[in-house]
């Protein structure tokens, strides 16, 4: 692959989608060619997906066809986005990937984390990313900014208990792939949280 592929992680409303903006002006200004995407989501049928995932119009969704479903979701991003993207050469800016399986279907919803490596490696075998950008906050913090923003979607709904397990899964995966993944704290003000971005870009480019 020639291309370098950087996902941004978090509980909700940490600061992703504020600071994959604020990564997109980085290396714009620094002629990087670059894609930004979004997981689950990224292309038509993906984003099709997404609306199941996150509206389900008061159908249950049971956990088993939530996990399927993130992974249907992913395996069209990555055939038809991302693999393209990074084999061009292109920088791949992602809201999410794998590592949000983990940390809300593994940690939050209690499913074996064995498993869920199992049906990762069968989707995108050694595909992982070049660095993840955790963003890291209390889940009650994230939930507040979140919650102003506007209305809330089904995987916004749940006990904030939930959220303070997919905070702790993020922080065992740092912890586990501490090659790839920086932790900056997304409480400190947004100016601080880019200066930390920003030292992690210049590393990477
Ligand atoms: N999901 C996803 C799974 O369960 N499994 C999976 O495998 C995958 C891929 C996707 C949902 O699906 C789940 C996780 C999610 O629940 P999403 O599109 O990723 O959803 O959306 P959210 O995580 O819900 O992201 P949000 O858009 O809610 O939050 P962001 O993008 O993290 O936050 P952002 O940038 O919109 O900021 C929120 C507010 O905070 C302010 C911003 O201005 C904004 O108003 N803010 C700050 N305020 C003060 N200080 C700072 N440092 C701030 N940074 C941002």
């Not at 995987?155 to 912890?175: D, H, K, N, P, T």
């Not at 501490?178 to 704290?185: G, K, P, Q, S, Y």
């Amino acid at each position: 692959m020639k291309g370098k592929f950087i996902t941004i992680e978090g509980s909700e409303g940490v600061g992703k989608t504020t600071n994959i903006n604020f990564i997109v002006d980085y290396l714009t200004k620094h002629n990087r060619r670059m894609i930004e995407t979004r997981e689950p989501g990224g292309t038509a049928a993906a984003e099709e997906i997404r609306n199941i995932l996150l509206n389900s119009n008061g159908e249950l969704i049971p956990d088993i066809a939530e996990l399927l479903l993130f992974f249907a979701a992913r395996s069209l991003h990555l055939e038809n986005v991302i693999l393209p993207a990074l084999v061009a050469g292109k920088f791949v800016i992602c809201d999410r990937f794998t590592d949000a399986t983990i940390a809300y279907q593994g940690y939050g919803r209690g499913f074996d984390i064995e498993r869920i490596n199992n049906i990762a490696q069968w989707v995108h075998a050694d595909i992982q990313p070049d660095l993840t950008i955790l963003l890291d906050a209390p889940a009650e913090i994230g939930m507040q900014r979140a919650k102003k923003r506007g209305a809330i979607d089904r995987m916004e709904s749940e006990e904030i208990s939930f959220y303070e397990r997919v905070r702790e899964g993020y922080l065992q995966l740092a912890e586990q792939y501490n090659d790839r993944f920086v932790v900056i704290d997304a409480n400190q003000s947004l100016d601080l949280v880019q200066k930390a971005i920003m030292t992690h870009l210049e590393d990477l480019i």
